[in-house]
């Protein structure tokens, strides 16, 4: 009986935990707002439980008797003006009291002309990761979206192929990314600290691995962050003695490989249809936010993308485990 109740009660709290995608633990004016909105209607909704509870069982306990006992059956009521306007109008009162802050908070989500200062973030959803560009500051990342803490932020949201939705627990959202369209998200984030933000709409195969993590900095550390991204791609060095070093080698491996209609490297390629590689040495995660970045990862990831994101768009490359070490150093090094 007891292990019953726990298990009823775990059941119960578990979506009450803190966890790193919870809506309950706000980081920003938007996600504070949606939050008071919920405890909003939650408390309309136990308001209307503790009504609907109370006429239920006064009807029990006034209205009812033993099977023995002789009951006069209630007299039916053909026409009740004051029922019918009641039950009328107390569903509308209901409706328009959870509709009308809800469709405000919509409406001061997103500016309908652009705002003036405002920090200006480009989200382009593909099967399955993020392209992010700052086209204030000629910038392009991925699955990784720098912030400056306490200044606002509109993202526009694109669609590279199908219905894709941005959303960052911690932060806002979520909003559906819809091909041939722009839609706009307005937040300020307010705490300094690492966000996931993950698909919050069925794309494909790989939904599920269409994460990314959102980095809200102080200003200083920001600015770092951004002087860093605007350097070119980090040129290999040769080897102490002037031989040809790994990352030199490794360069050579992608200049020659059949990444480079896909991806970017500053001063190397040109691709586009994959994540811009000019400095993914430096990017915490790989692979659409999945793995965490490290040189054994990014190995597996290159041996066999499909391996570990079903249906990924990248192929299998052909190349040897040398070719591959060589890759990863140079990748690596492109902080
Ligand atoms: Cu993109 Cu689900």
Redesign the pocket.
Known sequence: MTRRVGLIAALLFAGCAPTPLTTFAPKSDLAGWIVNLYWEIIGWDSLILLVVTGIFLLGVFRYSGRATEEIEPPRPTHTHLGLEVAWTVGPALVILAIAVPTVRLDFRSQASRPTPGIFNVRVV????WWEIRYPDLGITTANEIHLPVGVPVQFRLESAD????FWVPQLGGKRD?IPGHVNALTLTPLVEGTYYG???????L???N?RFRVVVDSAERFDAWKQLQLRPAALPQPGPDGEESATQAGQRVFALSACTPCHTINGVSTGVFGPDLTHVGGRLTLAGGILDNTPDNLRAWLRDPDALKPGAQMPKLAMNEQQLNLLVAYLESLK
Request: with cysteine; proline share 0%.
């Open positions: 959803g593909h099967q399955w199908v219905i894709h939705s990314i993950e698909c919050g709409e069925f794309c494909g790989s939904h599920a269409m």
